[in-house]
């Protein structure tokens, strides 16, 4: 079993950063795929970065160039620091971490709104 907490979630401004946080009830280390996924109404969720155990990050298109996923597996956390977000991004972020991919077990969210 594996308990997962994010943090971070907020509103900002186009254009604005923000920095979301998992915190993990066991150690990590062994945990092979971690990621950050986002459900905006009415569509599916969808992938936005993950990272294995090896630390190899993996990222959707859209977060290519804007968006670092990171992990610490002494800490048993992990992160995504999102730049130049966009309005199309609100949505509920998960954290998910598991042993497959996509992994068994789900964060319960934080909310992330892009708005002017």
């Known amino acids: 079993q594996v308990q997962l907490v994010e943090s971070g979630g907020d509103l900002v401004q186009p254009g604005g950063s923000l920095r979301l946080s998992c915190s993990a009830s066991?150690?990590?280390?062994?945990?092979?795929?971690m990621g950050w996924y986002r459900q905006a109404p009415g569509k599916q969720r969808e992938l936005v970065a993950s990272?294995?155990?090896?630390?190899?990050?993996d990222y959707a298109d859209s977060a290519k160039g804007r968006f670092t996923i990171s992990r610490d597996n002494y800490k048993n956390m992990m992160y995504l620091q999102m730049n130049s977000l966009k309005p199309e991004e609100t949505a509920v972020y998960y954290c998910?971490?598991?042993?497959?991919?996509?992994?068994?077990?789900w964060g319960q969210g934080t909310q992330v709104t892009v708005s002017s």
């Open positions: 066991r150690n990590i280390v062994s945990i092979n795929h």
């Open positions: 990272i294995d155990r090896v630390l190899n990050p």
């Open positions: 998910n971490a598991g042993w497959e991919n996509p992994g068994a077990y």
